[in-house]
């Protein structure tokens, strides 16, 4: 870069020199004026990124779209944008001091670790432009909001689909911290606290960095300052979060998210009721010395009781011994029945909210339209206790959970861990993306609908029956397969036990 930039001195000089003698023989004054422009130039030449250098040009092709995992996307400026807002300014140096020297690393390293920091550039760069947006306007609606987030969702959503397409790679524990920590700049969307979440979502990336400084640390040094670029970069992410927004991002402007809630309209409610005068000046301090004067009297304590006459001794009465007749429980009673699963009154007024990280959903009785949005990837969502509900889970999740339900349904993309069934009746499943493990216990009446991309999941049942798995074909359709409930278990005598499932053929 100092090169290129030499060389636009030296024709900007040489432009210059061919104007004409008299520029060359002015004063020293104009000269010294016009090397300061020149050495200005120089200056802002040197601030280019320089990842732009080592880029090489890609031939002539159609314009990739923004989310293209092929091409990485073109590199973006990472020039500071002048501005009077405290937050935009600590986020530009973010981006001009930890940003850049990961950025300067990857592309030292090279290879799909290069690629990847371009997709993760991009991301910075889309969150910036957001935080300016948000320094200058009012907080939106929702709907409005998810609109605004929707290129930095993208780049990450890029970023962690690279990582995918690449498991064969070299650099995969490189790719792999990456995409397991990039969730962090969703912190924009998180309250009241987004500062934890980004330390969260950096310790969850450690894990893969651990592995590239075992693999590398002996061989190129260079990889063990790229994890801890990466890792210092959220590190400030997380300290920049708290000093500016501190309880979510704040919005500028009239209606903003920092401004004070209005009043409830039923306006303010009544002051407590007054306390009514007790009057001490009776109370004395002699009476607390009164009770200890007569515990101190010792044996003589005993001396006001009654004495027990032979009358009133059990062993030489015997009518005393005669006590009330033991309880007998009537036979109307009766035995209760036990309580079957998703069983119960729905006398509990529905739920939907969400408390912290789990989504709570209960007592939903004939609702279709039960839909979990904007969910991060640690929360977990929780139905229970809902009858003839269907419930769809967009994005991914760590898990779901099925309580006590009755004919109930559940619709979701990704699932980090599991989806449980547990106490249900008549209950189906359906994944669209990815999920690992389906664990049905206690549960009558399973359907699993599985997706091309989840045919290895694992299922583990207990004390169920009539469970069935449906694998998709090449057609579009279903092909079903019933989980066995009936096992056969014989004597093994060097193994122990042997059970094998038994099959129904009736």
């Known amino acids: 870069m100092k090169k290129d930039g030499l060389v636009c001195l030296k024709s900007v000089y040489n432009c210059n020199e061919v104007e004409g003698t008299a520029a060359a023989q002015g004063s020293a004054s104009d000269l010294e004026t016009l090397i300061e422009r ?44 002048p501005s009077d807002n405290m937050s935009v300014n600590g986020y530009q140096d973010l981006v001009q001091g930890p940003l850049r020297a990961y950025l300067q690393l990857s592309q030292q390293i090279g290879g799909d670790v290069a690629t990847q920091a371009n997709l993760v550039n991009a991301a910075f760069q889309a969150q910036s432009r957001y935080i300016q947006l948000a320094a200058t306007k009012a907080k939106p609606s929702q709907a409005e909001e998810m609109q605004l987030l929707t290129p930095t969702s993208e780049q990450i959503s890029a970023i962690q689909q690279y990582r995918e397409k690449n498991r064969a790679s070299q650099f995969f524990n490189h790719l792999s911290a990456i995409s397991e920590s990039i969730p962090a700049l969703g912190w924009v969307a998180v309250a009241p606290a987004p500062a934890p979440y980004v330390k969260e979502m950096n310790d969850a990336g450690q894990f893969y960095t651990n592995r590239v400084l075992k693999d590398w640390k002996e061989k190129d040094k260079t990889h063990v300052e790229w994890c801890r670029a990466w890792v210092q970069l959220l590190s400030d992410l997380q300290a920049y979060v708290k000093q500016f927004h501190t309880t979510g991002l704040v919005w500028s402007g009239k209606g903003s998210a920092g401004a004070p809630p209005p009043p409830p309209p039923g306006g303010l409610p009544p002051p407590p009721p007054v306390l009514p005068d007790v009057d001490f000046s009776n109370l004395s301090l002699d009476d607390r010395s009164a009770l200890f004067a007569e515990i101190n009297r010792g044996e003589a ?106 004919k109930c349904a559940v619709v979701f993309d990704n699932l980090v861990s599991s989806i449980e069934f547990v106490n249900c009746q008549s209950v189906q499943m359906q994944v669209l993306g990815k999920v690992p493990t ?55 005598k060097p193994a122990g036990l042997t059970t094998t499932p038994v099959e129904n053929k009736g």
């Open 301 to 406: 304590i005993t001396s006001s009781l009654r004495k027990v006459t032979p009358d009133m001794q059990t062993h030489k009465n015997p009518t005393l011994r005669q006590g009330p007749a033991p309880f007998k429980a009537t036979s109307a009673a009766g035995h209760k029945p036990l309580p079957q699963p998703g069983a119960g009154q729905l006398d509990k007024p529905p739920v939907f909210t969400r408390d912290g990280k789990k989504w709570l959903i209960e007592y939903q009785k004939g609702n279709s339209n039960l839909v979990v949005e904007n969910a991060d990837m640690n929360n977990v969502v929780y139905m229970f206790r809902c009858r003839d509900s269907a419930l769809t889970v967009r994005g991914k999740v760590n898990g779901v959970v099925l309580d006590s339900c009755t």
């Open 438 to 492: 389906v664990s049905i216990d206690k549960t009558d009446g399973c359907q699993i609908y599985l997706s091309p991309e989840s045919l290895d999941v694992e299922i583990v049942s207990s004390k169920s029956s009539e469970m069935n798995v449906l694998i998709p074909k090449a057609n579009g359709d279903y092909t079903e397969h019933a989980i066995p409930e009936q096992f056969k278990t014989v004597l093994n």
């Open 38 to 81: 020149l050495e200005r130039v120089t200056s802002r030449l040197e601030r280019l990124p320089l990842l732009r250098a080592h880029t090489p040009a890609a031939p002539h092709s159609p314009a990739p779209s923004p989310v293209s995992l092929n091409t990485p996307p073109p590199q973006e400026s990472l020039e500071p944008i």
